[in-house]
Nanobody, 122 residues
Framework: QVQLVESGGGLVQAGGSLSLSCAASGTIFSINAMGWYRQAPGKQRELVAIIGSGDSTNYRDSVKGRFTISRDNAKNTVYLQMNSLKPEDTAVYYC????????????????WGQGTQVTVSS
């Protein structure tokens, strides 16, 4: 019913920038938080940034000042602007959204995108 489609990944040199976007579609009543996670080989998936329904934001310390998360509620889309990229940012980036598909739902359901590869070369 719900799918999250990501775009914007790629290969970039250290110090460069990339912009990711993720659009949710399908049967959606409301979207609470949206965010971005990433997973590097051999590591667990980790939170990169999250934005609440009221536009409050949280970032992991290593990306503060470099990454900016934003959302467009009319488009059910979340963005991640990544500047001053470092090789350690290399990972598969996954879009996340907490979504209710009907008003009767008590809790939101977590949905995930398929992931987009971000590679930062030194």
């Amino acid at each position: 019913q719900v799918q999250l489609v990501e775009s914007g990944g790629g290969l970039v040199q250290a110090g460069g920038s990339l912009s990711l976007s993720c659009a949710a579609s399908g049967t959606i009543f409301s979207i609470n938080a949206m965010g971005w996670y990433r997973q590097a080989p051999g590591k667990q998936r980790e939170l990169v940034a999250i934005i609440g329904s009221g536009d409050s934001t949280n970032y992991r310390d290593s990306v503060k000042g470099r990454f900016t998360i934003s959302r467009d509620n009319a488009k059910n889309t979340v963005y991640l602007q990544m500047n001053s990229l470092k090789p350690e940012d290399t990972a598969v980036y996954y879009c996340y959204a907490a979504i209710k598909t009907s008003r009767s739902q008590t809790y939101s359901t977590a949905y995930w995108g398929q992931g987009t590869q971000v590679t930062v070369s030194s």
